[in-house]
């Protein structure tokens, strides 16, 4: 599968980018994974929206749903053009029913439930889920195909429940937003050094660092990953994709 990367930051975009969010493809499909703020305009670099069969949201904060509107917009467009051909699913979690709801738009985009508690299958993955520690419900994603996998953790502080989520991943791609004099004081994010030590202790092959914080010097947290985990380990780059 193909992994490329849409937008990194957390909370807002910088100029001209957009918050952390990621195009997966596999034997033709192709997944966003959230929409937030600047990701419709980012993706069309990689692809035609045309060309988009799904997206994943792991939860409800703007800068992971923000876009969804105008992704809506694209939809109602390309079904009208006839070069969208049926509803556009989105697949999110209905522990907050109304977010869920929206995702459902005048019959051109579908909400598509997510249970923590139950794999499902999207286009060509075997897809699974792992509650993360959030002010509000999140969920981690597991994409599996062909014996490989990618996990996403989403945004999270610390839980020792996604070390066995992200066991053996090929590629762990983890939130990384605090420096380390946060840790403990800003809740419900991970700092590079706990990114680090999650990728080490699930055996994760290579680690992305994603959904930066826009003020400080982004390579402390890098460094601070690379104090705890000894594989290929970068800050996710914009553009950048890999196969795995």
């Known amino acids: 599968m193909r992994i490329t990367t849409i937008g990194i930051w957390g909370g807002y975009p910088n100029k001209n980018e957009a918050t ?4 997966l493809e596999h034997e033709g499909f192709r997944c966003l994974v959230d929409c937030g703020s600047g990701v419709l305009a980012a993706v069309q670099n990689y692809t035609e929206l045309r060309h988009l069969d799904a997206a994943v949201i792991s939860h409800y904060h703007p800068d992971h749903v923000a876009d969804i509107g105008v992704l809506q917009h694209a939809a109602m467009v390309g079904m009208q053009l006839k070069e969208w051909e049926k509803p556009f699913p989105i697949y999110g979690h ?3 029913p109304a977010m869920f709801e929206s995702l459902s738009y005048k019959g051109v985009t579908e909400g598509r439930p997510i249970d923590v508690s139950r794999d499902m299958q999207i286009g060509p993955w ?5 509650e993360t520690i959030h002010p509000v419900y999140c969920l981690a ?6 014996g490989k996998s990618v996990v996403f953790t989403a945004d999270t502080e610390w839980t020792d429940e996604l070390v066995l989520f992200s066991k053996d991943a090929e590629l762990l791609v983890s939130e990384a937003n605090l420096y380390e004099k946060y840790v403990g004081i800003i809740k419900g994010h991970m700092s590079g050094s706990q990114a680090g030590q999650l ?6 092959k290579a680690l992305w660092l994603t959904h930066l914080p826009q003020y400080g010097d982004i390579e402390e947290i890098l460094q601070a990953a690379k104090n705890t985990y000894t594989g290929k380990v970068q800050l996710a780059k914009i553009g950048q994709t890999v196969e795995i």
């Open 126 to 130: 075997h897809v699974s889920f792992c």
């Open 141 to 146: 994603l597991k994409f599996t195909a062909d």
């Open 20 to 23: 952390s969010s990621f195009l």
């Open 199 to 204: 990728a080490a202790q699930a055996g994760a």
């Open 94 to 96: 209905d522990r907050d």
